[in-house]
């Protein structure tokens, strides 16, 4: 069982840049028929997950954060949720982009949908669907979830408490 000890400084204008950061490509590659562009952004996600790090985050710690665009809210977090979550939005979007090349655009283009859907219910909700199923992954036991939210947390959504130093 992991304690409040273990979590750590989650930068949650990362995510949430690098949410809204998918959400407009998704839609630039839907409007404009850019099926590359489903795969870039799956192939960064992924890139991202396996860094350990918002796959997008350069647009929010070269871009946005340095023109003072966007302020850090830093906070007592697990990001292991949020990799998975990323990783596994990346999988899905994968699975979409194989089948916008494979000629089955309605499934594609589906599943491309449901990241963004799913992204934006985040962004705009404060409700992390991939965090919410992480926890529950660690709640019966599958071995590789081994955190649970943080104290008085609901599962998938953000911790509550004071935003911390942005020098992390």
């Known amino acids: 069982?992991?304690?409040?000890?273990?979590?750590?400084?989650?930068d949650h204008t990362a995510l949430k840049v690098n949410q809204l950061t998918i959400i407009l490509l998704n839609l630039a590659a839907f409007i404009l028929v850019l099926p590359w562009l489903?795969?870039?952004?799956?192939?960064?996600?992924?890139?991202?997950?396996?860094?350990k790090r918002p796959?997008?985050?350069?647009?929010?710690?070269?871009?946005?954060?340095?023109?003072g665009w966007v302020k850090p809210e830093v906070l007592m977090d697990n990001p292991q949720p949020?990799?998975?979550?990323?990783?596994?939005?990346?999988?899905?979007m994968l699975a979409g982009a194989i089948a916008l090349f494979g000629g089955v655009s309605g499934l594609g283009w589906g599943l491309v949908w449901l990241v963004t859907a799913l992204a934006g219910v985040n962004v705009f909700g404060g409700f992390c669907v991939g965090c919410f199923?992480?926890?529950?992954?660690?709640?019966?036991?599958?071995?590789?979830?081994?955190r649970h939210p943080p104290l008085g947390t609901f599962?998938?959504?953000?911790?509550?408490?004071?935003?911390?130093?942005?020098?992390?």
Do not use: I
């Open 82 to 92: 949020h990799r998975f979550a990323q990783g596994f939005g990346g999988v899905v």
């Open 1 to 10: 069982m992991a304690m409040t000890e273990s979590l750590q400084k989650v």
């Open 155 to 168: 599962p998938g959504m953000k911790p509550k408490g004071a935003r911390l130093n942005d020098d992390h």
């Open 133 to 146: 199923v992480y926890y529950w992954l660690s709640r019966l036991g599958v071995p590789g979830f081994d």
């Open 55 to 67: 796959g997008f985050g350069f647009v929010y710690s070269g871009l946005l954060k340095p023109l």
């Open 38 to 51: 489903t795969l870039l952004v799956a192939l960064v996600m992924l890139l991202g997950t396996l860094l």
